[in-house]
């Protein structure tokens, strides 16, 4: 089984809303990762946990904060976003970092964020 | 660094021809090639992959891919489309990024249409 399940599927949230997105898999992955994709262009990668730590932060703005509380587990945290945060989130694990370089992220099906 | 092009934006095929999309990478070690596929507002689903070994990977759905390392190329092809192959087809390579992290890096994707 390959599957990485994400709720909620669509999310339609003000600029002064708080609201969470979660991920989870149960694969025994120790890596788990966000990315954003915007309309008609690759994933970009905003956040990764390898071991239920943080371990890559790129560069994304405070509003959005990641957690880990275990290792099947991986929320994102959004507050005050903007109307050009609007994308699909996905979430991906894999069995780990990449410490032998063979490694596989698998996808969940996304969250549609609509910020209005 | 690492970079991955995918030379054709959208390629309509008819359907049972057949189906070639091209991915060139650029890596300074040995890659790490994926292929996924992603249909309207969904996420991703992995394809095929090469670690190493035969040069010719067969993946599902019917889909196969070569790596060439002469020509740094992992194209993927399919001898013959069904309609429920249109989608978004994205070619990735895996590698470890200066500060010494594991991450994918995607090409920007090639939109597939089929027509009946």
């Known amino acids: 089984d390959t599957e990485v399940t994400q709720t909620p599927k669509h999310l339609v949230m003000g600029m002064t809303n708080k609201k969470s997105l979660k991920c989870e898999q149960h694969m025994g992955h120790r890596a788990m990762y966000w990315y954003k994709q915007k309309a008609k262009k690759p994933p970009e990668l905003m956040f990764v946990y390898s071991y239920e730590k943080l371990s890559i932060n790129e560069s994304v703005p405070s509003r959005f904060s990641p957690e880990c509380p275990n290792s099947s587990l991986l929320n994102l945290h959004l507050h005050a976003l903007q109307p050009e945060d609007s994308a699909l989130y996905l979430c991906?694990?894999?069995?780990?970092?990449?410490?032998?370089?063979?490694?596989?992220?698998?996808f969940g099906p996304g969250t549609r964020l609509l910020v209005l | 660094a690492q970079s991955v092009t995918q030379p054709d934006i959208h390629i309509t095929v008819s359907e049972g021809a057949s189906l070639e999309l091209r991915c060139n990478y650029s890596y300074g070690a040995t890659p790490y090639l994926f292929w996924y596929v992603q249909s309207p507002g969904q996420g991703l689903q992995l394809l095929l992959k090469?670690?190493?070994?035969?040069?010719l990977v067969q993946g599902i759905k019917g889909f196969e891919a070569e790596f060439k390392r002469s020509q740094s190329s992992f194209n993927l092809r399919k001898p013959s489309v069904h309609w429920s192959d249109a989608a978004e087809y994205f070619c990735a390579v895996g590698a470890y990024s200066g500060a010494g992290s594991y991450q994918l890096t995607f090409g920007k994707g090639t939109k597939l249409s089929v027509i009946p």
């Open positions: 090469y670690f190493s070994g035969d040069t």
């Open positions: 991906a694990s894999s069995q780990d970092q990449g410490s032998s370089g063979e490694e596989t992220q698998y």
